[in-house]
């Protein structure tokens, strides 16, 4: 019955995902079918951490997040744990061989997000890399199987996305962050006094991270290139949706891409696979 407890732990990761992210979702089943549940699993156990440092507001975060790592460590370890969170992401880390020093990156950065309210070059870099480079690297060690050379020489690109992923999604959230929790992640930069030069600077940052990072999805292993790409497309179309924006447009809304604007994005990258476009 093993089998039965693994397979129903996953489909909680996997239920997770799809309440949580229609964008990672679609993301995911465009992947081979054979890293859906890997790729749940990674996507359940940062969205949980996440969730306690930004949502859980009437409870004492930090209790609750040295709980969740200590657990986390522990189900790793002993290769069993009864919160189907972790019972999933534990069977993904020990079957790809995830370093574990991924796995604390990327908790110190949900750590960072307790205290930090603002931040400067070095710690700036520090969050991106834990909050969301190493994300990507646990999914290219799925996406390579176990091919180390391949994983190597995929690292850098795959940091690159998920930086690029990561900024966008800054500069989506300012409204929530700075107004809402305080946070302000760009260096040097004064929200209240916020405009279009400190903005264009970002968004040729985040261009240079796309840029390096499609270099990248073209190399992936088949399987997995269709739903990166379609990842990166998705995170491409907000970013130029952001662009267009002024700055005081983007402190007082939260931008989105519309579903059916979405699953037109579905539709072209479909094509442009079967043609081997990408």
Known sequence: MMALFNKTALECS????????????????????????????????????DEIVDTFHDFDKKVLLDRFKHD?????????????????????????????????????????????????ADGYNEYIYGSAEVVGLMCLRVFCEGDCNEFDSLREPARKLGAAFQKVNFLRDLKSDYVDRGRTYFPGVDFSQFGLDAKTLIEKDIQRDFDEAYIGITKLPRGARMGVYLAYTY????????????????????????NPQKFALLAQTYLKYRLNVI
């Open 14 to 49: 996997k239920l997770i995902t799809e309440h949580y992210s229609t964008s990672f979702t679609l993301g995911i089943k465009t992947l081979d079918r054979r890293f859906h549940m890997p790729v749940y699993a990674i996507y359940g156990f940062v969205r949980y951490a």
């Open 72 to 120: 986390t460590y522990q189900a790793i370890d002993e290769g069993i744990s009864l919160n189907p969170v972790l019972q999933s992401f534990q069977l993904v880390v020990r079957e790809y061989k995830i370093d574990h020093a991924l796995i604390e990156a990327f908790l110190h950065s949900m750590e960072m997000d307790l205290y930090n309210q603002d931040y400067d």
């Open 235 to 258: 995170y491409q179309t907000l970013f130029n949706k952001i662009r267009q924006l002024s700055a005081t447009t983007i402190q007082n809304e939260r931008i989105r891409v519309p």
